[in-house]
């Protein structure tokens, strides 16, 4: 962020290739549908100091930004103006007591993005369901693979579960790999 208030796109690494890409193209991506070239194909970056970035322009002709390290993402929503022309000013807005706290946080990764190219572990938001969703990915493949609920339990919970009936002496794990199944 320069003196004056403005993002020099070009001046970080954060959308350089994105940018690149869309201003050699010639020509603004048609509404509601992001330049090919300002698209990063891959859903995870390849080396540790890549940011992925992609563009969308909806019917209003604004322009929706998503930038991704792979374990943190900043969307950025430009009501006027455009970054694939160069640089823009960035205003953050806070309207209400209640939005305010999430908002700051948000403006201050975008700064410490900005400024070092990606986010600290400190900033990044810690997931709470990511345990879950991981162990329903887990029993999705073991399904696809044909397991029944009584190996898709030995393999989650091991020891836990008793060498015979399980169903009737492990009645909460039985229950939880129903749930994890459904």
Request: aromatic share 4%; no cysteine; proline share 5%.
């Amino acid at each position: 962020m320069s003196s004056d208030g403005r993002w020099e796109a070009s001046g970080t690494h954060v959308a350089r290739q994105a940018l690149n890409a869309a201003s050699s193209h010639g020509e603004r991506p048609a509404a509601r549908r992001a330049s090919p070239r300002a698209r990063m194909r891959s859903s995870s970056p390849r080396r540790k100091d890549e940011v992925l970035v992609s563009v969308e322009i909806d019917a209003e002709r604004r322009e929706h930004w998503l930038m991704s390290g792979g374990r943190w993402a900043i969307r950025l929503d430009l009501f006027d103006g455009t970054l694939l022309g160069g640089p823009v000013l960035v205003e953050h807005r806070i309207s209400g007591l209640q939005s305010a706290k999430p908002k700051q946080v948000a403006l201050r990764q975008f700064i410490v993005l900005a400024q070092n190219g990606g986010l600290p572990r400190s900033m990044m938001p810690k997931e709470s369901k990511a345990a879950l969703w991981i162990l329903e990915l887990r029993v999705g493949d073991a399904v696809m693979a044909g397991s029944n609920q009584q190996e898709i339990a030995r393999r989650l919970f091991g020891g836990a579960i008793s060498p015979k009936h399980w169903r009737a002496e492990n009645p909460s794990y039985r229950s939880r790999v129903q749930r994890l199944v459904k």
